[in-house]
């Protein structure tokens, strides 16, 4: 198995789902690479995509098997940066995709480590992104309705990143490092609601690393 899956918690109308990634063999990676490590003292999975792989949304999709998901919480710790021969406008994309029914319907929050410190205001602006496939990248939504869909929050590239999104019907929302007020809210989910896997997303040109996952239904 890719990594184990077991119910722990449960409470009568509430289970949570601790995903314990310790091997990468059926963990659906299409054309990403990946191999497990130990990263910054904690186990986890590092994940690879190359800039010269394109920039297709579905292929940024490392599918957690065994999960199904349409409302509640999922949480892990993540890191990304840009790989060595990234092209500068890369910014370490790496975010969570959920309501996954195949490689192009899901929707998803990511973050991009290197705009969290920059000295250009409007780049920390875009700091945290929420995309929606198909039919709302991050480019429509940025140029039809400026700064709905992103944020600001303060991040450093390669360092592990607290990210948790809650969601329930057509409203999500994303925390990042414990804080107790959302840094990003979506109203308006653009896909259909409906159950379908988690995963693991990772932009263009950079390398990631995810640990210690949890899904709460």
Known sequence: MVMAACL?????????QEILFDSI???DLHHLKADMVTYDGRAAVRISNPAELGNDYGESLAIVPGTSFKDGTIEAMLAGDTEPDAPPEVRGF???AFRVTDRSHFECF???PRNGRSEDQLQRNHSTQYISIPGFPWDKLRTETPGK????????????TEFKIQVKGRMARLYINGAKQPTLIVNDLKQPVANGA??????QGTTAHFADMKITH
């Open 110 to 112: 990511y973050i991009r």
């Open 198 to 203: 988690v995963a693991l997303w990772v932009g």
């Open 94 to 96: 790496v975010g969570i």
């Open 149 to 160: 869909y992103e944020s600001y929050v303060d991040l450093v590239p390669g360092q592990w």
């Open 25 to 27: 063999e059926k963990l």
């Open 8 to 16: 722990a918690g449960r409470l009568p109308d509430q289970s949570a």
